[in-house]
């Protein structure tokens, strides 16, 4: 048979049988008929899902290519981007067929109590043990297997965006069934890790034991989780004289240090898990002869978005845009360590504060800018080879970027190679879920691992990812350093 399952081409070409009708060209039904269902103002709010073509652009073999990692990993069609944006339209077009409205729903959960719907997710996630059918769960399987690394965004060529339409998806489901411990442990940590970090032994000593990490796999579906490093940040910043920036402490300074001054903002990850990082780059700066000023820590609520706790990141996106733009005003720039959470500003921050979104660069889009000021050091260094492994966010989002990490180590001598690679499969938490272990692991292997165990590349390479750093840490039991660290050692000796 030319077509058994009727699936090729359903009723247009050849039927398997003669009570499956051969159909007219012109009436076979289209997608755009059936899209049709979806209300036009829930069409608008999806866009990032429905638009989606069909291209295929995303069904991506190459290993070293950022484009949808969990495709990659699993070759499961429902996996990719194409796949997520599929089922979100049928998704849409079920809640249509039994007039539910994705967008009222989303109200009522913003402001659902807590405890007066508990009882509500827990029959519902009863049924669901029994074997009740929802189609939402189709749809969550495979939006938990996103590692919401924003690759497919940036190299989609209709722009699908996956972890916007993932966090609004899930922030119903789990509207209707019980969210599993780890997205509260995850969405809590910016809040809780500067509570945390004022006793760092207490945490780690909890934290550290084998049989702990087996109850929090088991229990709470994390592996593996970061130690905090002990390091008290504001202590380092309080020897090194850097001040904590305000309008009071930049009102303090001249004009030539306002015009070499620049504020860095803190993120939970490198402040709390990679502090000497935070150090570095400080550290750096100065010897750079700028004038860096370290904003007090407030949480990004990037975690936040990522599990569809949507209500609760914009309310922390708020408080910490009010802050950030209160800072703003002095004309200092404003720069960010960690690219996804820097990112974070420029895409999650601008669809929900549009214009009011807080201006912060990653740390490359400034000290690009200052070529001239860095090349009166180069004398001072002694001229090397590197090679940049740069995070997923980074370099399909903002791929400038990281032509100007090159243009920077260029200015003070040295040559930065970048070499082309995939996914590391950590992506922020990702690889710390239980879950997604197995398909992190894989990831990783596909190409970095091949590119960290090369001895011709010992010494040479440099990751501008926290999540990257971190993965080579777990899996390789290797440290790499950030581009900074690179110069501050080549500056120090």
């Known amino acids: 048979m030319f077509d058994p399952r009727n699936q090729l081409n359903p009723g247009k070409i050849a039927t398997p049988a003669a009570d499956i009708p051969l159909l007219k060209i012109d009436q076979v039904p289209t997608r755009g008929q059936t899209d049709r269902k979806i209300p036009v103002q829930v069409w608008e709010n999806y866009q990032e899902a429905v638009h989606c073509n069909g291209n295929g652009l995303c069904y991506n073999w190459n290993p070293n290519d950022a484009m949808c990692p969990s495709w990659k990993a699993t070759r499961e069609r429902t996996h990719s981007p194409k796949g997520r944006a599929s089922l979100m339209r049928e998704w849409l077009k079920q809640l249509s067929d039994r007039g539910i409205n994705p967008l009222d729903e989303s109200q009522k959960v913003k402001h659902a109590s807590f405890v007066l719907g508990l009882p509500g997710r827990i029959s519902n996630t009863l049924k669901k043990r029994r074997g009740e059918y929802d189609f939402s769960h189709q749809v969550n399987e495979s939006m938990q297997a996103c590692l919401a690394c924003k690759s497919c965004v940036g190299q989609c060529p209709i722009k699908v965006d996956v972890p916007e339409f993932r966090a609004k998806f899930l922030e119903l489901y ?269 990831i990783f292997a596909l190409s970095w691992q091949k590119i960290v165990q090369n001895p011709a590349n010992a010494n040479r390479l440099t990751a501008t990812g926290y999540s990257c750093r971190s993965q080579v840490k777990r899996f390789e039991k290797r440290e790499l350093p950030h581009p900074l660290q690179i110069l501050l050692r080549q500056l120090s000796e």
Not at 222 to 242: E, F, R, Y
Not at 352 to 380: C, M, R, Y
Not at 420 to 425: L, Q, R, S
């Open 174 to 442: 789990y509207g209707r069934y019980l969210r599993p411990v780890k997205d509260y442990f995850v969405g809590s940590l910016e809040t809780l890790l500067p509570w945390l970090a004022k006793a760092p032994w207490l945490y780690n000593t909890l934290m550290k034991p084998q049989w702990v990490q087996k109850l929090m796999a088991r229990y709470v579906g994390m592996v593996d989780s970061p130690l905090l490093t002990g390091i008290s940040l504001h202590q380092a910043a309080k020897k090194l004289s850097i001040p904590y920036a305000s309008l009071e402490t930049i009102a303090k300074l001249s004009a030539d240090e306002k015009s070499r001054a620049v504020i860095l903002v803190q993120d939970a990850f490198t402040s709390y898990f990679e502090t000497q990082v935070v150090i570095d780059i400080l550290t750096a700066l100065k010897k750079l002869n700028f004038v860096p000023l370290l904003a007090p820590f407030k949480p990004n609520g990037k975690a936040l978005h990522v599990h569809g706790f949507l209500n609760a990141f914009a309310k922390a996106a708020d408080v910490n845009a009010t802050y950030l733009n209160g800072l703003a005003s002095a004309k200092i720039p404003m720069i960010g360590v960690d690219p996804a959470m820097t990112l974070t500003y420029r895409f999650e921050y601008k669809k929900i504060l549009g214009d009011t979104a807080p201006q912060v660069l990653l740390i490359q889009e400034w000290l690009a800018k200052q070529s001239v000021h860095l090349q009166q050091f180069s004398s001072k260094i002694k001229a090397d080879e590197f090679t940049l492994l740069a995070h997923c966010t980074e370099k399909t989002n903002a791929l400038s970027s990281i032509k100007e990490w090159q243009q920077i180590f260029s200015a003070l001598g040295n040559k930065l190679s970048v070499v082309e690679t995939g996914c590391c499969g950590m992506s922020g938490t990702f690889g710390h879920e239980a879950a997604n272990l197995e398909t992190s692991k894989t």
